[in-house]
């Protein structure tokens, strides 16, 4: 299985000078099965550029996976280019979205309403087929299964593991881990809390023998008490999840789009600092940013 | 036991669905969302004193779509599933139906339903704590207690007319006003509030205390004794009795548990002031006499 990063930016596309390094396009990642199947996780801008490198060998046959449908996730999907050639097929999967009552059909066609957009979905030639998901229930793509995990953000997030002959693989979309709404001092601290931890101990369930995690870490541990709630996760906090799975390596992903690429590595320089971090110590994950063109082999 | 029709059922469920909620809760959830950093839970704590608002989040929650290893019986714990952005834009959404009219064409005056839910919920869940350690989870005896009479509000809005009749029978015949609906309804309050938490897949422990709570007969559990026994509690104490005022011959419903003296009960489960006082803030209304 080979997994390759198209956009690791959050929120918003950030291009220029300070982000030539690690890129600015928002969110996509690439998964290979060992079939050579393609799995594309997430449709920001960075899907545009993966649309590209297709077009060199037609047909295309993608399964897009959509974490959630925010903008910076969604919003490459119109120019995924083999949307428009006849003879490609395009299966694009996610959640129910509880507020609209609406599955994942409706993707696109919110996105292209006329104003808005000057192409139809019924104009695009590709054969286009919806698929929405049900937690927790894995679907097959070639010799891959893909299983969609509830994770925590403002909308319906899934988190995708991605399993193939014995590799794994696990983006969690946006994700902030649960916490809890309660102070210590509340009456309904402790009963919440043990909600929570039944959470996350659920979801790390899901995750056992995991090789891969790659997870929303846009802030620093000390950004986050002024974005509780905003739906994003921590270096540090993922750093210790990475080291409680027990996995090989960690990719910090959806980089915040005001920061630098000199600021990126100093925080995660700090953080790896702060969580007395040592590369290849005895059952360390290796721990890296994750960038633009970036490949890895499972 | 359901004199409803297949058809009947199905009207109310789906007129459930467009059911406004109460004035004060859709009044906080608009005061408490118009701030982007309100606290998660001050929205819990308005969504789960609102029995029509609780309804609805448990019935998102625990649809077939989640497919939850077990059913959800709190509002909290919902929040914990959904997200509290997915919670505060469905109580939003509820918000915009509109509010419940104080009265209704039954002449059944639905803020002080809401007090009389209110109070047996937080006093069953006490009850619970005090009489029932380990063996029922206190909050699921809240919630017990504050849907126990959904099948009331829904009477009053949809089967109005009916409804008043029961009214009216239970007053001039002195009997309980679950008495007076099977006579004008054909059905009473509880298989009806039952019948829609089974349609929206609710936990069974709560769909048969929702049924059972008037039926002499019904297999019983710990929850059923402190919802039972709570609103007995709440009637005699006269805080709101919600078209049922207490009687003297009536029995403690679980004299196994709680004895024989009703005041005797109230000395050991002590003031039940907090509880009656948030009630009578949220509910918006003053004591019953």
Same mark, same amino acid.
């Given at each position: 299985?080979?997994?390759r990063?198209?956009?690791v930016?959050?929120s918003?596309p950030?291009?220029?000078?300070h982000t ?9 990642? #690439?998964?290979?099965s060992d079939?050579?199947?393609?799995i594309?996780?997430?449709a920001?801008? @960075?899907?545009?550029?993966?649309a ?7 047909p295309v ?5 959509i974490?959630?449908?925010?903008w910076?996730?969604i ?6 280019t ?12 996610g959640?129910?979205?509880i507020?609209? @009552?609406r599955g994942?059909?409706?993707?696109m066609e ?6 808005y957009f000057?192409?139809r ?9 919806y698929v929405?998901l049900?937690?927790g229930e ?11 995990l509830?994770?925590n953000h403002p909308?319906v997030?899934?988190g ?11 983006f969690t979309?946006?994700?902030?881990p649960? @916490?809890?709404?309660y102070?210590?001092e509340?009456?309904g601290?402790?009963?919440?809390q043990?909600?929570?931890d ?6 790390d369930?899901?995750?056992a ?5 790659i997870?929303d870490?846009s802030y620093?541990?000390a950004?986050y008490?002024?974005?509780?709630g905003? @739906?994003?996760g921590t ?6 999840w ?9 990719v910090?992903t959806h980089h915040?789009p005001?920061r630098?690429?000199? #600021?990126?590595e100093q925080?995660f ?5 702060s ?6 110590g005895a059952?360390?994950? #290796?721990?890296?940013?994750s960038r633009e063109?970036l #490949?890895l082999?499972? | 036991?359901?004199a409803l029709t297949?058809?009947l059922?199905? *009207?109310?469920?789906?007129?459930v669905?467009?059911?406004p909620?109460?004035?004060r809760s859709?009044q906080?959830i608009l005061?408490?969302t118009r !701030?982007?950093n ?6 819990v704590?308005?969504v789960?004193?609102d029995?029509?608002m609780?309804?609805?989040i448990? *019935?998102v ?5 989640y497919?939850?290893?077990? *059913?959800i019986?709190?509002?909290g714990?919902s929040?914990?599933?959904l997200g509290i952005?997915t919670? *505060?834009n ?8 509109g509010?419940l009219?104080?009265? !209704?064409a ?11 839910s209110?109070?047996v919920?937080g006093?069953?869940?006490q009850l619970?704590?005090?009489f029932?350690?380990g063996?029922?989870?206190?909050g699921?005896?809240?919630?017990a ?11 009053a809005?949809?089967?109005?007319v009916?409804?008043r009749?029961?009214l009216?029978h239970?007053?001039?015949h ?11 309804i ?7 509030g039952?019948?829609?938490?089974k ?5 069974e422990h709560?769909?048969?205390c929702?049924r059972?709570?008037h !039926?002499p007969?019904?297999?019983p559990s710990a929850m ?19 078209g !049922? ?6 029995a403690?419903a ?6 024989e ?5 109230l000395a ?6 907090k509880?009656i006082?948030?009630?009578m ?6 004591h019953?006499?």
């Amino acid at each position: 299985m080979k997994v390759r990063f198209w956009g690791v930016r959050g929120s918003i596309p950030s291009p220029g000078p300070h982000t030539m390094r690690y890129g600015g396009n928002t969110t996509c990642i #690439e998964v290979r099965s060992d079939d050579n199947s393609l799995i594309v996780l997430d449709a920001g801008s @960075g899907i545009f550029p993966l649309a590209q490198q297709l077009l060199k060998q037609l047909p295309v046959q993608a399964n897009v996976f959509i974490t959630h449908t925010h903008w910076d996730h969604i919003q490459g999907l119109p120019f995924f280019t083999p949307l428009y050639i006849p003879g490609n097929s395009v299966r694009i999967h996610g959640g129910f979205d509880i507020i609209s @009552g609406r599955g994942i059909d409706q993707i696109m066609e919110v996105q292209l309403q006329y104003s808005y957009f000057p192409v139809r979905e019924a104009e695009m030639r590709a054969g286009i087929e919806y698929v929405t998901l049900n937690i927790g229930e894995p679907v097959s793509v070639g010799d891959a299964t893909v299983t969609p995990l509830m994770l925590n953000h403002p909308v319906v997030n899934f988190g995708y593991r991605v399993d193939c002959n014995g590799k794994s693989v696990f983006f969690t979309g946006d994700h902030e881990p649960w @916490g809890n709404i309660y102070a210590p001092e509340d009456e309904g601290y402790a009963e919440y809390q043990q909600m929570v931890d039944m959470q996350q101990g659920q979801l790390d369930r899901a995750l056992a023998g995991l090789d891969v995690l790659i997870a929303d870490s846009s802030y620093t541990a000390a950004e986050y008490p002024a974005k509780v709630g905003w @739906g994003h996760g921590t270096l540090e906090g993922h750093i210790a999840w990475a080291r409680r799975l027990g996995v090989k390596k960690l990719v910090c992903t959806h980089h915040e789009p005001t920061r630098s690429d000199d #600021e990126l590595e100093q925080v995660f320089a700090a953080a790896l600092a702060s969580s007395g971090y040592v590369p290849g110590g005895a059952g360390e994950p #290796e721990i890296m940013l994750s960038r633009e063109g970036l #490949e890895l082999v499972l | 036991m359901s004199a409803l029709t297949p058809e009947l059922e199905r *009207k109310l469920g789906v007129a459930v669905e467009r059911m406004p909620a109460f004035p004060r809760s859709v009044q906080k959830i608009l005061e408490l969302t118009r !701030n982007i950093n309100c606290l998660p839970k001050d929205l819990v704590g308005v969504v789960e004193k609102d029995p029509v608002m609780t309804m609805k989040i448990l *019935k998102v929650i625990n649809s077939a779509y989640y497919g939850l290893p077990q *059913k959800i019986t709190s509002v909290g714990q919902s929040v914990v599933y959904l997200g509290i952005n997915t919670i *505060k834009n469905l109580a939003l959404g509820f918000a915009a139906v509109g509010i419940l009219p104080r009265m !209704n064409a039954a002449g059944f005056d639905i803020q002080r339903y809401l007090l009389h839910s209110l109070v047996v919920a937080g006093t069953a869940r006490q009850l619970a704590t005090q009489f029932a350690k380990g063996e029922v989870d206190p909050g699921d005896c809240y919630i017990a207690g504050l849907l126990h009479d959904f099948g009331k509000v829904v009477f009053a809005q949809f089967l109005a007319v009916e409804f008043r009749n029961a009214l009216v029978h239970s007053v001039e015949h002195a009997v309980p006003l679950h008495e007076g609906e099977k006579i004008a309804i054909g059905v009473d309050h509880g298989p009806v509030g039952a019948m829609l938490a089974k349609r929206w897949a609710f936990p069974e422990h709560l769909i048969d205390c929702i049924r059972d709570h008037h !039926n002499p007969d019904a297999e019983p559990s710990a929850m059923m004794d402190c919802l039972r026994v709570a609103d007995q509690v709440v009637r005699y104490r006269e805080v709101g009795d919600s078209g !049922n005022p207490w009687r003297e011959t009536e029995a403690i419903a679980a004299p196994a548990r709680f004895g024989e003296d009703m005041e005797a009960l109230l000395a050991q489960l002590g003031t039940l002031d907090k509880i009656i006082d948030d009630a009578m803030m949220f509910a918006q209304v003053g004591h019953e006499k």
